[in-house]
Each structure stands twice: as C-alpha cells, then as structure tokens.
C-alpha cells in the first residue's frame, strides 16, 4: 500500500536494521511520520499493534516481497520486527517528514 501525498516528503533519515531472534523495534528520527521498508535479507515477522511478534506469528515478511510502507507516527513507534529463520533478517528503512 502506498500512500499519495499532496505535498513531497522531505527526507528524515535512513536505517539498516538487523533482526534476530529478540523482537526489535525501529529507531525513529525525531520529526519523522512515515517510512518505506524494504527487507535486504531473510526473511522476518512484523505486528504494528506494540506486540512482538514471535517467529511463527505476525505478518511474515520476505525478500521477494516489494517496498511496503508505516503510514503514521504511532504506527512507527508501534512496530515490532523479529525474524522468522536461523538467520538474522535485515531492513532498509527510509524515514520521511511531511512537507508542510
């Protein structure tokens, strides 16, 4: 899902995140109020409801799938990833202001 903006996003900051077997959640820049996440590497599960995930629940997450996208600051401070193989995951996030 992705959003459409009225206004360009301005840039707040990126984050290479690795996930292992410890549910972990994102380390959002001050101001930020969306990101767009891609998974690098492995596999993982994700739950943007302030739950950890374990590894056999949550919304599983591949390389294979495309850019997906946490549309708000709440859901940002929400999320929680974990991975879901022997193999630690990682995430390339792209946080974003909105223009005002």
């Known amino acids: 899902m ?7 996003p301005i840039p707040a900051g990126y984050q290479q995140l690795t996930v292992a077997d410890t549910a972990i959640a994102l380390t959002v820049p001050d101001g930020a ?3 767009t996440i891609k998974i690098a590497s492995q596999s993982c599960r994700f739950r943007d409801d302030g739950t950890n995930p ?6 599983p997450l591949t390389t294979s799938d495309s850019l997906f996208e946490l549309t708000s600051r709440q859901q940002l401070t929400a999320a929680r990833f974990i991975r879901d193989t022997d193999n630690s995951a ?3 996030i792209l946080y974003y202001k909105l223009s005002s």
Do not use: H, I, N, Q
């Open 2 to 8: 992705f959003v459409e903006y009225k206004k360009p």
């Open 33 to 35: 109020r969306f990101a």
């Open 54 to 59: 374990l590894s056999t629940s949550g919304m």
């Open 90 to 92: 990682t995430l390339e």
